[in-house]
C-alpha cells in the first residue's frame, strides 16, 4: 500500500525541541521530492519545509527558518524534520506530503499532532 | 511572496446546488494551481491540479478552472459527501494555500 506514517509528534516546552518522522512506503521513496505542512488547530493549512529527491536542496517558510531542519533518508525510507526553539504558535498537526509537479500534494500523511506548552 | 485569496470564507449550500469557490493570486502564477478537499482530523485530498486537470477517482462534478492570477472551483451539484473545506494552493513559487472555504448545510 502507497502510505506515508508520521510519528514523534507529542508536548513539548517553549524553547525545547522536537524531531518528526515520516516513513514511506509502497513508492519509490527516493524518486519524490517531499514537503512538511502544518495545520494549527482551527487554522489552515500551511506549508513549512521542502526537500528534493537526494537531499541536497531545501526551501523553508520564513516562521520557520533558522529553527526547523528537514532532511532524508533514502535508504530508510524516511523524512524528518528536526524542530529547535519551539514557540507556542508552532503548535499544529504535522503532515507530511509527497510533491511532484505533476500531480502536487496526492499523497498525505495522516498527521502528527505537536502542542508547545508550559 | 505570492498570497492567495480565497472567497467566500464560508458557503451555505443544500444538496445539489452548484457551488463556485474562488481563489486569486497576489501575482501570476499562470496554471499552478491546486484544489484540496478537507474533513475534520484527516488529511487535505487532491481534487484538481494544475488549475484544471481532474485528479484520478475525483467525481466529476468538481472542476476547476482559470490562469494567471484568478481561479474558480465548481461543484456542480453539491452532494452531501462534499460538505467539507476547500483549500486552493498555488506552486508557481515555493507553495502557498488559500485561508480555505467551508462549505456547510444550509
Known amino acids: 500500500e502507497v502510505q506515508l506514517v508520521e510519528s514523534g509528534g507529542g508536548l513539548v516546552q517553549p524553547g525545547g525541541s522536537l524531531r518528526l518522522t515520516c516513513a514511506a512506503s509502497?513508492?519509490?521513496?527516493?524518486?519524490?521530492?517531499m514537503c512538511w505542512v502544518r495545520q494549527a488547530p482551527g487554522k489552515g493549512l500551511e506549508w513549512v519545509s521542502y526537500?528534493?529527491?537526494?537531499?541536497?536542496?531545501?526551501h523553508y517558510a520564513d516562521s520557520v527558518k533558522g529553527r526547523f531542519t528537514i532532511s532524508r533518508d533514502n535508504a530508510k525510507n524516511s523524512l524528518y524534520l528536526q524542530m529547535n526553539s519551539l514557540r507556542v504558535e508552532d503548535t499544529a498537526a504535522y503532515f507530511c506530503?509527497?510533491?511532484?509537479?505533476?500531480?502536487?500534494?496526492?499523497?498525505w500523511g495522516q498527521g502528527t499532532v505537536v502542542t508547545v506548552s508550559s | 511572496d505570492i498570497q492567495m485569496t480565497q472567497s467566500p470564507s464560508t458557503l451555505s449550500a443544500s444538496v445539489g446546488d452548484r457551488v463556485t469557490i474562488t481563489c486569486r493570486a497576489s501575482?501570476?502564477?499562470?496554471?499552478?494551481l491546486a484544489w484540496y478537499q478537507q474533513k475534520p482530523g484527516k488529511a487535505p485530498k487532491l481534487l484538481i491540479y494544475?488549475?484544471?486537470s481532474l485528479e484520478s477517482g475525483v467525481p466529476s462534478r468538481f472542476s476547476g478552472s482559470g490562469s494567471g492570477t484568478e481561479f474558480t472551483l465548481t461543484i456542480s451539484s453539491l452532494q452531501p459527501d462534499d460538505f467539507a473545506t476547500y483549500y486552493c494552493?498555488?506552486?508557481?513559487?515555493?507553495?502557498?494555500f488559500g485561508q480555505g472555504t467551508k462549505v456547510e448545510i444550509k
Open positions: 506530503a509527497r510533491w511532484a509537479q505533476r500531480d502536487a500534494f496526492l499523497l
Open positions: 509502497g513508492f519509490t521513496f527516493s524518486s519524490y521530492e
Open positions: 526537500i528534493n529527491s537526494v537531499g541536497s536542496n531545501t
Open positions: 501575482q501570476s502564477i499562470s496554471s499552478w
Open positions: 494544475k488549475a484544471s
Open positions: 494552493q498555488q506552486y508557481n513559487s515555493l507553495w502557498t
